[in-house]
């Protein structure tokens, strides 16, 4: 079942996902399934103002570049750290490494984390194109942990985070579809019109792996948080 809650901006979609969390945490989750990009950063910075405490509570990123390094300040390692780890130490917190020399042992391995550490809230922004983690259109909805290339629209998206389109790392490591769907509960973000077309074929187009997000429809427990924007082409 899917479930809408429009918000003015992102710092009441913030507060409304901190409220998620809060009665998540009281209800014994354990394990939080954390995103990266600009549409979470309210809401960390909603839990880092909290008196909310994560010790003994574990955190299992989406994905990472391939080619970064956790010290890399491009890097998802160093943007959760930067954002939240810093300030609400997590006990145990897990994210693909980039710099595996080995890619498919670290598939197998993030695979292995995700099976130990069912997660409880996973938190999920969405690509213009409807990808959900790295997982770009085409993806099987009942895919593993993956190496993937990232598109075209997906790099020129993130380049404003770097330099230069050049430095924008083209591969990634992302949890797959079908990790994604086994949280207990998922929170989705999405905020401005530049969403508003993954957000229809999210919500009300049929499932297709032509929007990622739309295998979000075979969960029994998704909270989409949008502003007017992303929900304007809602009918
Ligand atoms: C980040 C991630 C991506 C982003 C998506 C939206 O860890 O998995 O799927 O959530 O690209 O990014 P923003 O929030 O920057 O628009």
């Known amino acids: 079942m899917m479930k809408i809650i429009k918000v003015k901006d992102q710092v009441e979609g913030g507060q409304k996902?901190?409220?998620i969390f809060k009665e998540g945490l009281a209800n014994n989750a354990k394990v939080f399934g954390l995103a990266t990009g600009s549409?979470?950063?309210k809401f960390y910075e909603t839990l880092v103002a909290s008196d909310l405490d994560f010790i003994g509570c574990t955190s299992v990123n989406l994905d990472e570049y391939v080619g970064l390094s956790a010290d890399d300040d491009q890097s998802y390692h160093y943007f959760m750290k930067k954002n939240l780890f810093d300030k609400k130490p997590f006990t145990k917190s897990y994210l693909p490494n980039g710099l595996a020399s080995d890619i498919s042992a670290e598939l197998k391995r993030y695979d292995q984390v995700i099976a130990d550490n069912p997660v409880d809230i996973q938190i999920l922004g969405i690509?213009?194109?409807?990808?959900?983690?790295?997982?770009?259109?085409?993806?099987a909805f009942d895919?593993?942990?993956q190496e993937v290339q990232l598109t075209e629209s997906t790099i020129k998206a993130n380049a404003r985070f770097f330099e230069n389109e050049a430095d924008?790392?083209?591969?990634?490591?992302?949890?797959?579809?079908?990790?994604?769907?086994k949280a207990k509960k998922i929170v989705l973000f999405a905020y401005g019109k530049s969403k508003a077309e993954a957000i229809k074929g999210?919500?009300?187009g049929p499932q297709t792996t032509d929007v990622p997000a739309s295998a979000l429809q075979l969960h029994d427990d998704v909270t989409i948080i949008v502003d007017e924007a992303a929900a304007s082409l809602l009918s």
């Open 168 to 181: 924008v790392p083209t591969k990634a490591i992302s949890m797959g579809i079908g990790s994604i769907l």
């Open 39 to 41: 549409s979470p950063i």
């Open 17 to 19: 996902s901190f409220e």
């Open 202 to 204: 999210t919500v009300e």
């Open 143 to 145: 895919s593993n942990t």
């Open 127 to 139: 690509g213009q194109n409807g990808h959900i983690g790295f997982n770009e259109p085409g993806t």
